[in-house]
Every structure is written in C-alpha cells, then in structure tokens.
C-alpha cells in the first residue's frame, strides 16, 4: 500500500519529544504513513516565519502531499483548526494566517486588501474548519492540538479518508496584515521577512519583481539599502565578488537576501523580520 507523503512543519524544535509523539500518532492511525520533517525550526510562534516556509517550500513536494503546519501561538482557544486544499497539495493548521502565502500562490492579492482578518478561499481551493472530534486523538489536550487535531486528521487523510466526513466547508480563513513591496519609480521597497540559521536576511523582494525592474543585465547598478547601510551591486554567489562584508544577492527561495560572507548579517545590522530594504537600479 501507499499514501501521500505527509509533511511536518513546526516550531518545537528537536530538544522536547513534542514531533516524536506527533509522528507516533501518525503512525498509530496508518502505518503506511511515509511522514517527512520539512522544519521544526521556525521561530517560537513565529506565524510569519511558519507561512514563508510553507509558500517557499510546499512546490518541491509530490502531488497530493499533505502538510502538518504547526506554529499556534491561539492554540486551546477558539481559533478554527482548518483543512486547505488547492489543485495540487492539501494543509493541516490552526487558522491564524499560516496558510497566507500558500494562499497567494493562487491568488496575489489574498488578504493585501482585507482589512477584516479574514480573506476568501482562493478560486480552485477548498477549505473546511475540523469539527468531528471522532478523527481527534483523544482526550485533547488544550496546548497540544499538533498532537491531538491536526497530527490524526493528516493520518486520517493519508489513509483515504475524505476532507467532507471531517468538518464544515468555509468559503474564507485568517489572512495575516502583510504587505506587498511597493515599486517607487526605479526602486521597489519591501520587508524583511525572517532571518535565517546563519542570520542571512531574506526579504519579500522577489526575482519576478528584479525581473519586471529589468534588473538582469544590471547588476552592478543595483544599491540595496538596509538598516542604514548601502550596498552595491548584486552578487551571484556569497563569494562573489571574492572577499567578505555586506552583500546583496538573490538565495535560493528565489528572494533577495542580505549577507555577510562567513557572518551574521541580521546581528551584525541589528536587522530581523519587518526591517525595512530597498532596491534602487540606475
């Protein structure tokens, strides 16, 4: 037998037995499960950070993989738990904005102009609040709903079971307040929107937008402001040009980041999540 691969994401971190006891339940309800780790290494209910690394990272995975989302700073209160399917993999989170990003893969403009918290399912997605406590490990705890919720409905999933039997459909879910870089003439101003484990500063800027600026061809026209500090020129790899300091580059999440060769870009510029970045060319 087989099953579509299901995907961990979490804030937890290694130290604590919390993913070993979620995969256990998993494991319990399907033992055909093939259960991946993508992260346990998003910052302490950091919603943000959780719903880059699910948008940045779900297109890598087989069809149909269904994805554990875990960072839920509401967890036992009354925020939804919810299932989001779209054309091509499925989500398991609390509905606190994780599944933002995701969303705007299907729609761009998914929450930019909704001032109410909450935003329409994308066209070709689907979404259901978990309501049937007859797919929840019991007794559910009231700060461990990654176990107890979301844990068995993905292994219920991945077993056959269809979305309909485990809760209500929902036309909108959570939506998180996060803007768009804004084009400024010949500039685009942006955020940061986490720094990595070796304090690489990633940034909402992304290569369709250096595209659309004309950028290619243009590198060393380019200057990214930061924090103060002024860097020119885009560089291809972190070694290049050779040396060290301050350098501006597109990373592989096809985002321009902040580095600094053999440093921490975000201690060194006292630089993290909603810092401000700017791209002029020419």
């Known amino acids: 037998m087989s ?8 804030d937890f971190g290694l130290a604590d037995a919390y993913v070993g006891m979620m995969r256990g339940v998993i494991f319990s309800i399907n033992p055909y499960a093939s259960v991946i780790d993508l992260t346990h290494g998003i910052g302490p209910q950091d919603v943000r950070h959780g719903a880059v690394a699910l948008a940045d990272s779900h297109t890598y995975f087989p069809e149909g993989s269904i994805f554990v989302a875990v960072v839920d700073p509401g967890v036992g209160t009354d925020r939804p738990a919810i299932l989001l399917e779209t054309p091509d993999h499925r989500f ?16 761009p403009n998914f929450g930019v102009t909704d001032t109410s918290g909450m935003a329409l399912v994308p066209d070709g997605c689907r979404a259901w609040r978990l309501t049937n406590p007859a797919y929840w490990r019991h007794p559910v705890s009231a700060t461990f709903h990654g176990r107890d919720v979301f844990a068995p409905t993905a292994a219920h999933l991945s077993a056959g079971v269809t979305p309909d039997v485990l809760g209500d459909p929902t036309a909108a879910i959570t939506a998180l307040p996060l803007t768009a870089p804004r084009p400024e003439g010949n500039a685009v101003r942006g955020q940061i929107i986490f720094a990595d484990a070796f304090g690489n500063l990633v940034s909402d800027i992304t290569a369709d937008i250096l595209a659309d600026m004309s950028v290619w061809g243009r590198e060393s026209d380019a200057v990214v402001s930061i924090a103060g500090r002024d860097v020119s020129g885009l560089s291809r790899t972190f070694h290049d040009p050779p040396g060290g300091g301050l350098k501006a580059l597109l990373g592989s999440h096809g985002r321009l980041e902040v580095v600094i060769v053999d440093g921490n870009a975000s201690a060194a510029l006292g630089a993290a999540s909603g810092t401000e970045i700017v791209l002029r060319v020419g």
């Not at 099953?3 to 979490?10: E, G, R, S």
């Not at 398991?92 to 729609?107: E, I, K, M, Q």
């Open 92 to 107: 398991v989170a609390p509905d606190n904005g994780l599944l933002t990003l995701v969303c705007r893969r299907y729609h």
């Open 3 to 10: 099953a579509p691969p299901i995907v961990l994401a979490t």
